[in-house]
């Protein structure tokens, strides 16, 4: 293997979050589940859009997230994801490449436009997504590169793009490339829903050994594995993935790998505003924790106190200096 020139390069969804406060009577008149995500049309987003009070537009997307954390944490990041040539495509374009994340992949045309998550933001600080992917699904292995795939330590694969059958291709490829230049492959579950029907497909890929490290939360390891305590999903995962990462929200997190177990509490907070990007944020830290060679526990820490950092504001990209804080 040879010496790499980035630490990691994430493959997701190309999307720019739009996050208002709403109260719970707003989406109980809608019959969205507090806390869930679900997959809009075209028309959909544009109603619920005029329905929401007044929004914060952002960049966001799972991996997207987890890039700008890794960056803010010092790791030379870079990130591959479908935009279509428009505004949305282009803000999205230059609020990676602001944050130093290396961003190339050329925009299509529309339509469909760039994808968009209305984010709903409840009182109690939890969020409820209704996605539009737009053009991150129209994302093809062409739009890969081998040789920044080989270049990076790490390759990123978020679940969210498992389903539709270009981006699912795409991903494969870059996890085969990957390790055949002897690299690591990460795969982070995403939200537990959109395994649904295809929690076959991605047990079968875990089973397979693409991944070396798995990323996900509890719900997320109960939905794919079918077992309903946690140990029983550590034991049927874990003998398939080399590192193991569960997430437990306040509750701390578990690292596995083989018999050697770990687990923390989670970081403090003071106030939890939102969870949006909790999870991307983790997976940040504990992939900067083992990129500069900290011991399991460590990296476990390092993304919760990412983790910690972004529940604190509104919006899933840092605003503190993670670098200060993770002491990296």
Not at 43 to 53: I, N, P, T, V
Not at 207 to 222: Q, Y
Not at 282 to 305: H, V, Y
């Amino acid at each position: 293997m040879t010496s790499s020139s980035l630490d990691i390069v994430a493959i997701g969804d190309a999307i720019v979050d739009v996050i208002a406060i709403a109260e719970d009577a707003f989406l109980e008149e809608r019959g969205f589940a507090k806390g869930s995500m679900r997959l809009l049309s075209a028309k959909e987003a544009r109603d619920l859009y005029a329905a929401m009070g007044p929004g914060r537009e952002i960049s966001g997307g799972s991996a997207a997230n987890s890039m700008a954390g890794a960056a803010a944490l010092g790791l030379n990041s870079a990130f591959v994801g479908q935009v279509a040539d428009d505004q949305l495509g282009a803000i999205f374009a230059h609020d990676m490449q602001s944050l130093g994340v290396r961003f190339q992949t050329p925009p299509i045309p529309g339509p469909p436009p760039t994808g968009r998550c209305l984010i709903l933001v409840t009182p109690d600080a939890q969020r409820t997504m209704s996605t539009f992917p737009g053009a991150s699904h129209e994302l093809t292995p062409a739009a890969l590169d081998p040789e920044l795939i080989r270049s990076a330590s790490v390759t990123f694969l978020e679940g969210y793009l498992w389903g539709p059958e270009r981006p699912r291709a795409a991903m494969l490829e870059a996890a085969r490339i990957a390790h055949s230049a002897g690299r690591t492959v990460a795969f982070t579950l995403s939200e537990s829903l959109c395994l649904g029907n295809r929690r076959e497909g991605v047990f079968g890929m875990i089973e397979a050994g693409t991944v070396d490290i798995l990323f996900g939360n509890e719900d997320e390891v109960r939905h794919l594995t079918g077992c309903e305590g946690l140990p029983d999903c550590i034991t049927a995962l874990s003998k398939h993935v080399p590192t193991l990462v569960i997430t437990r929200g306040a509750h701390g997190a578990i690292a596995v790998e083989r018999d050697y177990m770990v687990e923390i509490p989670a970081a403090p907070v003071d106030r939890i505003v939102d969870t949006t990007g909790a999870g991307d944020l983790f997976a940040a830290g504990f992939i900067a924790g083992r990129c500069r060679g900290r011991p399991l526990k460590a990296c476990l820490e390092t993304g919760s106190i990412a983790a910690a950092e972004v529940i604190s504001h509104f919006g899933a990209r840092p605003e503190a200096d993670l670098r200060e804080l993770a002491q990296l």
